[in-house]
């Protein structure tokens, strides 16, 4: 199993709602990683989880709060976002978080903040 | 901060036209890969490079890294419809994590 399972795929959301992006992966990989990318952008880095800890916060503001509950679940926690905020999210793993891996990554939730 | 600049930004080719995306980074790198995100899809790992001047062929798909390890580029033989998409190296600023390029969007013309 090589896949990267990211739910739901499509989200809105108000800006007063919380809602939670899910990720799940079985390929015992240890690093997880949220990025953010919008339209005809390139993925950008949010976080990223080694070995269940959090390594990387690239400064995201605290409206997006990551948790990873074991190593092949990954959250995304979102409250009081902002019309900007919308975005397609992508999740991806790979095996132990270092720059050298390949990263798969999840078909995304596309996210519109009304 | 480490960037990682890709060109051209579009690409539109005739079907059978040869493409080529080229990334260039400010530092050098210690691997770079190459990702092809299809419309509406998203980033699918293609190769990773790691060696000086390595070239890696993947059927119509060349791939090159520079003797400086400070560039790289994706050469396709022949574009067919199904090769659309956008197009992304990524190289490492540090230990942990990836710059993607600003991607190379290839529209093909049959």
């Known amino acids: 199993d090589t896949e990267v399972t990211q739910t739901p795929k499509h989200l809105v959301m108000g800006m007063t709602n919380k809602k939670s992006l899910k990720c799940e992966q079985h390929?015992?990989?240890?690093?997880m990683y949220w990025y953010k990318q919008k339209a005809k952008k390139p993925p950008e880095l949010m976080f990223v989880?080694?070995?269940?800890?959090?390594?990387i916060n690239e400064s995201v503001p605290s409206r997006f709060s990551p948790e990873c509950p074991n190593s092949s679940l990954l959250n995304l926690h979102l409250h009081a976002l902002q019309p900007e905020d919308s975005a397609l999210y992508l999740c991806?793993?790979?095996?132990?978080?270092?720059?050298?891996?390949?990263?798969?990554f999840g078909s995304g939730t596309q996210l519109s903040v009304l | 901060g480490q960037q990682v600049m890709q060109i051209p930004q579009y690409q539109h080719v005739q079907e059978g036209e040869d493409f080529t995306t080229y990334c260039n980074s400010s530092?050098?790198?210690?691997?770079i890969q190459w990702y092809k995100q299809r419309p509406g899809g998203h980033p699918v790992f293609l190769i990773q490079?790691?060696?000086?001047?390595e070239v890696k062929k993947q059927k119509r798909l060349t791939f090159q890294f520079g003797e400086a390890k400070k560039n790289s580029s994706l050469h396709i033989t022949a574009t067919q419809t199904t090769d659309v998409g956008t197009y992304f190296c990524?190289?490492?600023?540090?230990?942990?994590?990836?710059?993607f390029g600003q991607g190379t969007r290839l529209t093909i013309n049959p």
């Open positions: 990524a190289g490492p600023p540090g230990a942990q994590k990836l710059v």
């Open positions: 390929m015992g990989h240890r690093a």
């Open positions: 530092t050098t790198l210690s691997n």
């Open positions: 490079l790691v060696k000086s001047g």
């Open positions: 991806a793993s790979s095996q132990t978080g270092t720059a050298n891996e390949k990263l798969f």
């Open positions: 989880y080694s070995y269940e800890k959090l390594s």
